[in-house]
């Protein structure tokens, strides 16, 4: 339970329960890294992108999305993953507002 967001120890413990003291750092931001080779190096993980009962990530979503983004200002093509992740999650953020 200890890891860079929080650290957790045991105050008391006995048979049948226990008590954990957990303290968080919501102020920690880890380094993140950048790569612009993210789309070659992430092809396997494109089975995670197909379309399920709970969500439908398809062909025309995709174009429209990515017609959005570009009308936007955004070009996924152009951008480094970390890129890409900080202006479509500001995007998404006046988007939603």
């Not at 329960?17 to 789309?39: D, F």
Request: hydrophobic letters at 30%; proline letters at 7%.
């Amino acid at each position: 339970m200890n890891d860079d967001f929080q650290d957790a120890r045991v105050l008391e413990q006995d048979k049948d329960s226990c008590t954990v003291e957990v303290t968080y750092y919501p102020l920690y931001q880890p380094p993140i890294g950048e790569n612009p080779n993210w789309r070659h190096d992430d092809l396997g993980m494109t089975q995670y992108l197909k379309p399920t009962p709970s969500e439908n990530w398809d062909e025309t979503m995709k174009r429209d999305l990515t017609a959005e983004l570009r009308q936007a200002g955004i070009d996924p093509g152009r951008l480094t993953d970390r890129q890409l992740a900080e202006q479509v999650s500001r995007w998404a953020m006046r988007r939603a507002h």
